[in-house]
């Protein structure tokens, strides 16, 4: 469920290959439109379907000597307004539909929090909270899409990224002004990373060494085999052990007792985690793992989903839902600007 893109009249793309999970959550749409006595134009597609709520009844009225069909920017007209209209002009007639700002945002709202209720119960609190999560950091991002906001992936990764450093400082985690004085980060490995992926950490950050913790399974994976075969270019910049740990503790553990980090002489009290869970979008938790890079100088800094325990050693916890509360404080503030 996204917002339309590069058309004048503001709608909704719904997109599935599952035929039955598509049918319904656009089902669930168009009720609430009916509820709300809100006319609207849809065009389906074989995997997805484009919902347009419209904000005016008059929207199918004439256009000078013209109509436009259903929304779909058909535009059908005299010879008189044919020699005169512009593509602006049409363009510009054709957004004067869409709902008022306010109210758009208001039915995302309230269609992400009914979507969230008809879907099957979490098994576990910890992926409730994912979803709930991963929702309102969509909710950002729509809202982005209807401030107007240009280039708005890029938009919503420097903000992800600014929001991650900000939580992270609340929590107690000094960042570092000189991003090329971090010096350990460990990262659990996603099935989606790859050598560009990495590549992006260590950019610019010359003090900087990767560390993945990837389990038995990941590392016989096809995907696993080819990751690994691809960061032996980095030479010394990554460190993944031959023998993999049980889990993400014991991996931190024996990484903070290894020559590489006692030779670096890293303070191992300087410890901090990003808890991933809620980051589910490959470009969520990319750019939530850039922004948290630059910290202080001898800081060991983890990713992974579960709480990292380290006897003797404090571990401060940044929560992807205090990143999600973060980027929702400022949105409002820069709205209400």
């Known amino acids: 469920f996204e917002a339309l893109r590069n058309y004048p009249v503001n709608g909704y793309v719904f997109s599935s290959r599952d035929r039955a999970a598509l049918a319904d959550s656009v089902t669930s749409f168009v009720e609430m439109l009916h509820e709300r006595n809100i006319p609207h134009s849809a065009v389906f597609r074989r995997n997805f379907v484009i919902v347009i709520p419209i904000g005016r009844p008059e929207a199918s009225e004439v256009f000078g000597a013209g109509g436009v069909f259903e929304m779909t920017g058909h535009v059908y007209t005299g010879l008189d307004l044919y020699k005169t209209a512009t593509e602006a002009g049409i363009a510009d007639f054709l957004a004067s539909f869409s709902l008022p700002a306010g109210d758009r945002e208001a039915l995302v709202r309230d269609f992400l929090a009914l979507r969230s209720e008809l879907r099957e119960a979490p098994s576990d609190l910890g992926r409730a909270v994912e979803a709930a999560v991963e929702m309102r950091l969509e909710a950002v991002k729509q809202g982005m899409v209807f401030r107007g906001v240009e280039n708005v992936d890029e938009a919503f990764g420097r903000a992800l990224g600014d929001a991650t450093l900000a939580a992270a400082a609340e929590a107690g985690i000094t960042v570092s002004a000189n991003a090329p004085d971090a010096s350990f980060f460990v990262v659990e490995y996603k099935e989606w990373m790859n050598v560009e992926f990495i590549r992006d950490m260590l950019e610019g950050r010359a003090k900087l060494t990767v560390a993945v913790h990837m389990s038995a399974e990941a590392r016989d994976s096809q995907a696993g085999r080819t990751f690994r075969s691809g960061v032996q ?46 980051l589910t979008k490959e470009a969520y938790l990319k750019a939530t793992l850039l922004g948290a890079v630059p910290l202080a100088q001898g800081r060991v800094f983890i990713a992974g989903e579960k709480p990292v325990s380290l006897e003797g050693i404090s571990v401060k916890l940044v929560l992807a839902e205090r990143i999600a509360h973060e980027l929702e404080v400022r949105q409002s503030i820069e709205a209400s600007a």
């Open 233 to 278: 270019a980095l030479e010394n910049r990554v460190f993944i052990p031959e023998s993999p740990a049980v889990d993400l503790s014991v991996f931190v553990s024996e990484f903070l007792k290894s020559k590489r980090v006692l030779d670096a002489a890293v303070t191992t009290s300087e410890v901090a985690q990003l808890q991933t869970a809620g």
